[in-house]
């Protein structure tokens, strides 16, 4: 039925919205949009029309002796090769030598694919893809605001270019079943598979030869022919299709969804494989088209799509849901863009920033669209800390995903907090957390910087959100615990830091820290409201705690020594342990048991020799039984430098001065040689008992400005900021 709209309507809906692609080519669509992309098409299908009067041509178009390139290919190459000419004089050899290495990895990397996947052969019969698609319907999706890396001319505009088959199925569903049990026997479920900050499970299908023999098939008899007659205007013949990076992918609920990302070649396919009834959630994200918009797909069903849109698997509730992707060469056409941006992120790896800097400028001289090779690039930048360069490329970036893209806005607000511009950076990543509230560190930095600002209610709800996004995310768990524990919530406070016990071992090193401050703060509070018993447990639980988290940052330490927030933690451990002890051996006299009191503060000595606090503990419950003899001794038994010498002999002010006026008439020979032996023997003496005394005020001064700053210490330490790399 014929919709009455005008073409601005018509270009709002093909821009951002759906439409049927009907394949009649004398239908409403065709006249009431003679733009710019229907040149391509038309051009191409009337190259094959002219082509299927040849002997040597099927009636896709698709000829022997021609599988070099249809027209389209052909000129577009023509002007891709004037541009890097032009380029080679502005940037030298160097491009130029990147540009041949591209060639020569493009020709190995088809090469590969056809001794994978199936690759069209002489001798291969085609079908016409009515045949294929025979109730089948397609309907078109908005690319949405940035044009495919490669190729951007010949795609041309409107860039409808997300066709989804619709109706019947491409293959049933207990075929899929069946490819799936097959796949689940080659062990597809037992492998990880990274995405970004997901993990999902699945395979490579060069892993899985059963599965790639079937998914052979069905390029051969369906996805082959249906992508050249797709995407006529790219593909000049299904004989130049080459399947390279083949995936099966399974989502359930523990590895629920992929990240946000473009797939690494020019078209890409996606098919469904498990009946949309068996799972909840999930679906294929698409940027542009946001969040309330996932596009379902039942199975049997393929989406059909240049590789540089910007999607993801959406999050799976329950149930399994299995996919299979597929990224796509062109064998008469080199990427030039997605290569040189590659080899970039490579470089970056290694790392040689300069190298890859350069080619990102090169590819993106080559379409300064490429919004990968500007976010890589800010993303050295940033490395590099030239910050307002980083803020230049990756504001580009977002301009052209029009601030839709969560993982650049991150960067911004990392880039902006750096700059110390803290307003506009939580802005930045307010706007992101508002597109992917399941990135954990995102979630977990806005809380930083919200509690930074004193915003302490908003900032616990970050740590919400990075611990529902992330469980194990022990970095939030911590300052949450940390934030409540400040607040005086100390019941709430244990709660989170349990949790991050639960997290990898640097986190769960420094919950158990906190934890023992936790369970003093509380043991002090029972002991105080006449709970001795309660108190006694909190005080058992503080000094296990801290003693474990001791070893294990001890651990930590062992092959991460630079960090000072590691150091610090351990610097926390002698004056919380000491207040364990102490808090310990009061209960004890507080119970009447002076001899268990008198072995935890015994205790406290062994452990810590040198520090004048436990001796004091001890000296005291000596002191309370009697123990003068005990108590005696044991001022010998204190650290050295902290005992006062001996012998007290520092001579009177009067007497000082009548010895120095007679030294001084000895210096003026007023005196017998036998006189001077002696003064000079007293003298002596005396100066080595001061100095004595002088290093002993000194050392005992500096262990108590120690204690006083160790003192102020034990607190909740909260760790810094993240900054991540891209996933893209
Ligand atoms: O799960 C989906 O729908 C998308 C998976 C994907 O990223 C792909 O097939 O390239
Ligand atoms: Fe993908």
Redesign the pocket.
Known sequence: QVVEWSNDERLQLWSRGEFNLDLSENNEYFDLLPFRRLGPVSRVRNSILRHQQSPNCDSNGFCLDQIRGGSQSVENNKEIESKIEELGGRFGADFLVAVERNKRDHEEDCKKSCELYYCVTANTPLVPVEDILGPTTIKSYSMGPVPPEDFADSFGYPLDNIKVTETKPLFSAAEATSVIEKAENEGVDKNEFKSGKYQLAGDWLQNLPETRAWFNQQLETIFFPLLAHLFPEIISSPSVIRAHSVSL?KYNASHPR?DVHI?NGIL?M?LAMTPSAQYTGG??YFEHMGVENILPMDVGHATLRPGSVR???HRVKEGDRY?L?AFLLLEDRVEHVRRLKNRGSELRRVPDLDGASKHFEWALALNPMCTTCLKDWAEILHTQKKFAEAEEKIRAALHLLEYKDSDALFTLGVLLSEQGRDDESIQAYQQSVEINAEDAELCYNLGVKLGAKGLVKEEMQMYAKATKANPKFGGAWLNWGTVLAESGNIDDAELMFLKALQCEQEVASKAMMNLGLIYITQGNALAQGGNLEGAMKAALSAAKYIDQGKAMLDQVASYNKADSMILKFIGQYRPLRLKAYQLLGQLHAGQGNMAKCEAEFRAATKSFPEDIMAWKLLQRILQVQGKTEELKSSFMTVPSQQRAPTRLAIMSQEKTEHILKHANDCVHGVCAFDEVSELVAMLRGHQKELSVWVEAVKKITKALEKVKEEDGQTKFEKPFELSSAFSS
């Open positions: 992918l992929t797939d890409a996606t679906g294929t999607h993801g698997g996919v992707g």
